[in-house]
């Protein structure tokens, strides 16, 4: 089962995507303030922790951004975020993400289940370590996502 172009809305022209990208920064690092004391897993300086609303503002606005799925095989299987990319934190090391984006200033999404994130949490330290800067964690992972009823890739 696909449901696919969810993705794939077009984003506003001119002045509106500038509007666009203006605003989402500056809510996001606010965010990231906030998320600072409850995240103690990610540190601010390394992840810049999102909702799924935020996701999919950040996919609108921001080209060639990578949404990475940290789960196992087999959970990413049996369903993922539309155009994330699977990479498990067991095969997480700088050759596999920049196999995924060789520019370290590319934005990147790493998510795993939820809750406390294990896998996405240390993919992201890995990324970070790697010298990957533009780096967002969707702390409630796929739980999230799919209990907001967005759609979602089965293989």
């Known amino acids: 089962m696909t449901i696919s172009g969810f993705f794939r809305t077009p984003v506003a022209g001119g002045l509106g995507r500038f509007a666009v990208l203006a605003i989402i920064p500056c809510s996001l690092l606010a965010a990231a303030q906030i998320s600072s004391v409850a995240d103690p897993d990610v540190s601010p300086a390394v992840a810049i922790t999102i909702d799924s609303e935020n996701l999919i503002e950040l996919y ?91 759609p979602f890739v089965i293989e």
Not at 80 to 97: A, D, F, R
Not at 99 to 117: H, I, P, Q, S
Request: hydrophobic share 35%; charged share 25%; aromatic share 10%.
């Open 60 to 150: 609108q606005s921001v080209p060639d951004i990578r949404i990475v799925d940290s789960r196992l095989r087999g959970d990413y299987a049996m369903g993922h975020i539309e155009l994330s990319h699977n990479l498990p934190v067991s095969e997480t090391n700088c050759q596999s993400l920049s196999r995924l984006a060789e520019d370290r200033d590319t934005a990147m999404v790493f998510y795993c289940n939820g809750g406390k994130g294990k896998a996405s949490t240390e993919a992201l330290q890995i990324a970070s370590s790697c010298g990957y800067r533009r780096l967002f964690w969707l702390r409630g992972g796929f739980i999230e996502w799919q209990d907001k009823d967005y």
